[in-house]
């Protein structure tokens, strides 16, 4: 039970429903009309999302070795290293999951002789370190690190699966077998926005969070530097640049006739984000923004989930 809470199973488990979903929706369905063979069939997706999984647990630990003062402040019940793991076995830990989530991935490039890519890798792994070591305690640099790496799990996709390759460049809708469906790279690039954007915000929720421990360990977050009440508008302001391109993009799936989708952003997406915008500025306390935490991470499922939507309205 240790080990599951050190390495935070539950967004593991996110992150590996985001990618399927992401290959079983967007990707996946290329199989239909791509005149390239794909590379990332069921046994290249499953070395992929494992690789992913193991750099992201691994990040999670180091991310605890590095903020055991820190934890001990503000969420002294969920500290596990040093008491139920030591520290050596974390560090040891953390270097064996890197080494095989690189190996992992490093056997799907092989078989397209694209070493390069493996950059990706190597650049998560290096992130997560600096940012569990510097980037975490300064202004802004360690929110949006995070947020990149959120991107990231759904960009190595579109880095590893050469099929999708040829429609980095074109525009609109792209030929199916059945008539047109709009260009996965779109779609992904959309999703990675979303993506990208919610978890800046929750990112800085979380800053507020633990606003006293950060305080105490020098560190010079958001909420410290600019104070609560400025780092709410500021993630208000996020959270309007999340919600205005998806009214854009309700009001296109109601022209296209797409209206289980349309319906499905304004209702389970625009609403709950106004309201969760509304919610932040009620209250100040650290439970208030744990709930608020909680609750932009249940939107980004369900903001994931459309892609089981998608899916039917466009391949079915």
């Known amino acids: 039970m240790a080990w599951l809470r050190l390495i935070r199973w539950k967004n593991l488990v996110i992150i590996y429903l985001t990618q399927l979903l992401v290959w079983a929706c967007v ?5 239909q009309y791509t005149e390239s063979p794909m590379l990332l069939n069921g046994f290249n997706f499953s070395l992929l999302t494992i690789s992913t999984i193991l750099i992201a647990a ?22 596990v290293l040093e008491r139920s793991i030591s520290l050596k076995t974390a560090i040891v830990s953390h270097t064996t999951l890197n080494v095989a989530g690189i190996v992992l991935a490093a056997i799907v490039a092989k078989q397209v002789h694209h070493y390069e890519w493996l950059l990706l890798q190597f650049v998560c792994t290096a992130l997560l370190w600096f940012y569990s070591t510097h980037f975490k305690r300064r202004f802004v640099i360690g929110n949006f690190v995070v947020a990149i790496l959120t991107a990231f799990t759904i960009i190595v996709f579109m880095l590893y699966e050469p099929a999708i390759h040829y429609y980095w460049f074109r525009t609109g809708f792209v030929k199916v077998m059945n008539g047109y469906a709009p260009n996965p790279v779109w779609v992904l ?12 915000m929750r990112e800085v929720v979380k800053d507020m969070e633990d606003f006293k421990g950060d305080a105490e360990e020098g560190c010079i977050t958001m909420p410290i530097k600019w104070g609560l009440k400025r780092s709410i508008r500021f993630t208000q302001v996020l959270g309007l640049l999340v919600i205005i391109p998806l009214l854009f993009g309700a009001v296109k799936l109601f022209k296209a006739s797409w209206w289980l989708l349309g319906v499905y952003t304004i209702v389970v997406l625009v609403v709950p984000i106004a309201i969760w915008l509304v919610f932040l500025q009620r209250e100040a306390t650290k439970a208030h923004y744990h709930k608020a935490s909680n609750g932009i991470k249940l939107i980004m499922v369900l903001g994931i989930s459309s892609l089981i939507i998608y899916y039917f309205q466009v391949h079915v």
């Open 58 to 79: 691994a990040g999670y630990i180091i991310n605890d070795y590095f903020d055991i003062k820190i934890d001990v402040i503000n969420k002294p019940e969920k500290v």
């Open 27 to 31: 990707m996946l369905p290329m199989w």
């Open 189 to 200: 690039g959309i999703y990675t926005y979303f993506a990208f954007m919610l978890t800046w």
